[in-house]
């Protein structure tokens, strides 16, 4: 029956459909979100980066070594996603700095509500210690993190020596979003066909110019590059900050 | 991995602008994917058509989705081209876009740049 005119063909309808242009993005939700999470960690006096790689690639290898290098002279705060466990946290907090794990339960990727609830835990952890650098270390994944923006300032993607240079043409979207690349482990590319040549004509082809940093967190070796690439960071960062 | 967080998205922007425009029910979504947004057509629409059914004003919704022709720019020429899928691929061709098998349609390079077509938007809803 309509509940307009009460008639009982069930059938009638009395309003008519009508067409709304919307024109915005799916993403808007975690857009605002994120750009709310930037404001949050200028107003900290932070930099945040957020580090995007398939599994195993070494994201919390890389970030134990710059801890060691960096953590007398400035304050870094971790937050570590992953499916499940608190592993990474554990051996980011072995290294005395605070770090929070968010676990997905499933979920492919970090999004920026998630985020924004992680860096109220990270303050909360520092206890009035100042932050400089945050790293997020995204869920272990080359495809789905690269589509949401979670309030950082940097987006740096890693590639392992083991994983073969064709990754950049194989997630172009990834590789496109990056600030810098970092060819990690390059300690084993003695052992590996991988060859840096091809990895960077394929990430050049995506973005033309793009800082690629190959480096081994074991042996120390490119590792300059990427500690004067933070410190570069951390003296561009808002002077109202300070 | 991710087209189910964004049909679950979509669904959330529908249902509030359902309320803003005092729905009851909504006939038609229309939705773009751009060519390099890193979303699965199959499964984001595969992801929206179960998770409508929890939610009465979506729940006989039809998704229309538009995917634009992927466009390049030539790193030898210079020129922006677009290369339409083939249908025959377009499965996998949309969840790649692969570089290497395409070639410039005027100077034959394969240094071909994806340009744009990251794009994920919500363009039009149907409503009563």
């Given at each position: 029956m309509c509940d307009i005119c009460g008639c009982q063909l069930h059938e009638h309808h009395h309003h008519d459909p009508k067409v709304v242009e919307v024109n915005r993005s799916l993403l808007e939700a975690n857009q605002k979100q994120a750009e709310a999470n930037r404001h949050y960690i200028e107003h900290m006096g932070a930099v945040a980066i957020n580090l995007i790689s398939s599994?195993?690639?070494?994201k919390t290898t890389l970030l134990e070594r710059t801890i060691d290098e960096l953590k007398e002279s400035c304050g870094i705060g971790v937050i570590e996603g992953d499916i499940e466990t608190e592993r990474d946290a554990d051996r980011i907090r072995a290294k005395g700095v605070p770090a929070v794990q968010l676990t997905t339960?499933?979920?492919?990727h970090l999004d920026a509500p998630m985020v924004h609830g992680g860096l109220h835990v990270l303050e909360h952890l520092a206890k009035g210690r100042r932050l400089d650098l945050i790293f997020i270390e995204n869920?272990?994944?080359?495809?789905?993190?690269?589509?949401?923006?979670?309030?950082?300032h940097q987006r740096v993607v890693l590639l392992s020596?083991?994983?073969?240079?064709?990754k950049p043409a194989k997630y172009p979207a990834t590789f496109k979003s990056a600030d810098l690349v970092l060819i990690t482990k390059s300690d084993l590319l003695p052992h590996f066909d991988f060859s840096v040549e091809e990895a960077t004509s394929q990430v050049h082809l995506l973005k033309p110019e793009l800082e690629i940093i190959t480096l081994s967190a074991t042996t120390g070796d490119g590792f300059l590059r990427w500690l004067t690439y933070l410190r570069r960071l951390l003296a561009q960062r808002l002077p109202h900050a300070h | 991995m991710h087209e189910l967080s964004l049909a679950h998205n979509l669904i959330e922007q529908i249902l509030a602008l359902a309320a803003e425009h005092q729905a009851r029910k909504v006939n038609r979504v229309v939705v773009t994917l751009g060519p390099?947004?890193?979303?699965v057509r199959d499964s984001f629409e595969f992801g929206f058509n179960i998770l409508k059914r929890e939610q009465e004003p979506v729940q006989d919704a039809l998704l229309e989705l538009l995917a634009p022709d992927p466009q390049y720019i030539c790193f030898d020429c210079d020129k922006t081209v677009s290369i339409p899928l083939t249908r025959q691929n377009d499965r996998l061709e949309l969840a790649s876009c692969s570089l290497e098998t395409k070639k410039c349609p005027?100077?034959?390079?394969?240094?071909l740049s994806p340009n744009g077509g990251t794009e994920l938007i919500l363009n039009q809803l149907e409503m009563e």
């Open positions: 599994p195993g690639s070494g339960g499933g979920a492919c869920v272990g994944n080359l495809v789905c993190p690269a589509t949401f923006d979670l309030g950082e020596s083991p994983e073969g240079s064709d | 390099f947004s890193g979303v005027w100077c034959g390079s394969n240094r």
